[in-house]
C-alpha cells in the first residue's frame, strides 16, 4: 500500500515561503510513469492543481501559480517538495500531496496523502 505523508509549518506568515515536503513509502518516486503531485482546497473552495514533479525529475506547474511555485524531489530520502512563495491570506488551505499517471488518455489519481492544514497569517 502507498504511502504519501505530508509536512510543514502550519502557519506561515504573508510574504514568506511555504515549503512542504511529502515523504513517499512503498513505492519510487522514480518509477516509470507516475507523477507526484501538490493539490490545495481553500476553506469553502474546490481543489486546485498546484503542480507536479514526473518520475523523470521535469516538473509541470499551474499557470496561475508558476511564478510563486517551485517543486523538486530528493531520490535518496523519497520525498518530494513543495515551495510557495510571497504568500498572502488567500493561500490558507488545506495543502495534499498525491500520486497520478496517465492511463487510457486521462488523468488518474490512485494514492493521497491525509492532507495538512496551512493559515498564512501574521
Known amino acids: 500500500q502507498v504511502q504519501l505523508q505530508e509536512s510543514g509549518p502550519g502557519l506561515v506568515k504573508p510574504s514568506q515561503t511555504l515549503s512542504l515536503t511529502c515523504t513517499v513509502s512503498?513505492?519510487?518516486?522514480?518509477?516509470?510513469?507516475?507523477?507526484w503531485s501538490w493539490i490545495r482546497q481553500p476553506p469553502g473552495k474546490g481543489l486546485e492543481w498546484m503542480g507536479a514533479i514526473a518520475y523523470t525529475g521535469n516538473t509541470y506547474y499551474s499557470p496561475s501559480l508558476k511564478s510563486r511555485t517551485s517543486i523538486s524531489r530528493d531520490t535518496s530520502k523519497n520525498q518530494f517538495t513543495l515551495q510557495l512563495s510571497s504568500v498572502t491570506p488567500e493561500d490558507t488551505a488545506v495543502y495534499y500531496c498525491?500520486?497520478?499517471?496517465?492511463?487510457?488518455?486521462?488523468?488518474?489519481?490512485?494514492?493521497w496523502g491525509q492532507g495538512t492544514q496551512v493559515t498564512v497569517s501574521s
Open positions: 512503498d513505492a519510487s518516486i522514480t518509477t516509470n510513469y507516475y507523477y
Open positions: 498525491a500520486r497520478f499517471f496517465i492511463g487510457q488518455g486521462l488523468v488518474q489519481y490512485d494514492y
